[in-house]
């Protein structure tokens, strides 16, 4: 066995009390084996947490990675006009190259920032799993099916792909890889294809994602047409189980928060993605008293426009107050667990708490910085004054992906270069005549 010690810092226990404590990790099962206050630790390998804190990785429950190549490409408009106008023309533009270019920007800007795992909703999901492989990071991935404007063999052939992929790349990557079925929402799916696709999923064990309840212009045609909370439509499809997790519920009422707690389905709060698109304001707090699994995502980049998951907690915290008029609503303490356990809950790891037996996708947070000084509550900081840039060393599966912010998986000058070279292209196919 060899083992990975991180010694000299503080860490952020499970009940989030903050130890002096070194860290022993089985680098090779990728588990934590010891968190020892007695710091008699020695390990084969040793990353300094000195003036640090080793936390858990954070999670990024929901996105879009090779979204990254639209950064910045198309902002200030609302979620239908956006996709409808800009997005989805520019994405049809996507090849596979595209998409590996964009995940690996994508995944190089979240190892850098503290992200360890995410979920992700795209196309070309081969590209998506060889970044993850390649980068060393864990991601459940799937591919995001939409039957609107599809003639019946295509919209049949892209929801069969969603099922397949989620078949093929289970356990990829070491096991780093998971899969959903992922359809990419209750309105842009026909139902009777829903149906089968959820039937056919349940039977053979595959979680599903989908983005639900996110604008009132998504919300209310189906109210209308069906006479039915969207969330009661998904449960009567079969898709809020326990393994599922759908991204932002904005828009839910008290009924369809309940039916989230009674179903164990999580939900992953957007707050970036929501404030830029208008969508509105999560009822956070209200999910988290009802007992709902919260967890946190950035959405894609170009509605964000960052990966950096330290923001969507400071968002998820000052958000979730304005939405419930309330200053003490989504305090620190929860905004942390949101970003670390509840996205570990969601995606179905046993990730997010720093103990032994947990799997091994810590970061190192550098407290001796300006912003972050005096420390009366580190766990304030996490939640209010932390940004990605100040995450010194991120370990992934007991690997260490990036020490003293240089990352070690990948080639940070090639990745942006190709992204770049990459981008411009897709936005001159788009943009052409
Ligand atoms: C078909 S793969 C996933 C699909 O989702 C699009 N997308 C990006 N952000 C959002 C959002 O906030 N709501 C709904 N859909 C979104 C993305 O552009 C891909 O086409
Ligand atoms: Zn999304």
């Not at 190259?97 to 081969?126: C, N, S």
């Not at 991601?139 to 989620?166: F, I, M, P, W, Y």
Request: proline residues 4%.
């Amino acid at each position: 066995m060899s083992t990975l010690a991180i010694t000299g810092g503080r860490v952020l226990l499970p009940d989030l009390r903050v130890v002096e404590a070194d860290v022993l990790v089985d680098a090779d099962a990728g588990e934590v084996l010891d968190v020892d206050e007695s710091r008699e630790v020695a390990g084969d390998d040793d990353l300094d947490a000195s003036g640090g804190l080793v936390m858990p990785g954070l999670v990024n429950a929901h996105t879009h990675v090779a979204m990254t190549l639209l950064r910045g490409y198309a902002d200030d408009k609302p979620l239908d006009a956006w996709l409808q106008e800009d997005i989805w023309p520019a994405e049809a533009e996507f090849g596979p190259r595209d998409v590996r270019a964009g995940a690996d920007l994508g995944i190089l800007e979240m190892v850098k920032t503290g992200t360890t795992a995410f979920a992700d909703m795209y196309f070309h999901v081969p590209e998506v799993v060889d970044a993850v492989r390649e980068s060393g990071v864990r991601a459940r991935v799937g591919h995001g099916a939409v039957t609107v404007g599809k003639d019946d063999e295509g919209a049949r052939a892209d929801v069969e792909e969603s099922l397949d992929v989620a078949r093929e790349f289970q356990g990829a990557a070491d096991g780093r890889v998971s899969t959903a079925l992922m359809p990419h929402s209750l309105t842009t799916v026909d139902e009777a294809l829903l149906r089968e696709a959820v039937e056919t999923a349940r039977e053979e064990g595959i979680p599903v994602h989908f983005h639900a309840n996110e604008t009132l212009d998504e919300v209310d045609p189906i109210v209308s047409e069906r006479d039915e909370r969207p969330l009661a439509y998904a449960d009567d499809v079969g898709m809020l189980g326990e393994t599922d997790f759908c991204a932002h519920g904005v828009h839910v009422d008290d009924a369809e928060i309940e039916l989230l707690a009674e179903r164990d389905t999580a939900v992953v709060h957007c707050p970036a993605s929501n404030m830029k698109l208008a969508s509105g304001m999560a009822p956070v707090q209200a999910m988290l008293d009802a007992g709902v699994t919260v967890a946190l995502g950035t959405d894609g980049a170009a509605s964000n426009n960052d990966l950096d998951a330290f923001d969507e907690l400071r968002d998820a915290a000052m958000l979730g107050k304005l939405a419930a008029d309330d200053a003490s609503a989504v305090p620190a303490e929860a905004a942390v667990r949101m970003a670390t356990e509840g996205g570990a809950d969601a995606l179905g790891i046993p990730a997010g708490r720093v103990e032994a037996g947990a799997l091994a996708d810590l970061v190192v947070v550098d407290f001796d910085e300006p912003h972050l000084t005096p420390a009366h509550d580190p766990v304030s900081h996490l939640a209010y004054a932390v940004t990605g840039s100040d995450v010194r060393h991120t370990v992934c599966d007991g690997r260490v992906l990036m020490r003293d912010r240089q990352v070690l998986t990948m080639d940070e000058s090639k990745v942006l270069a190709r992204a770049r070279d990459r981008a411009r292209a897709v936005a001159d196919r788009a943009g052409g005549e």
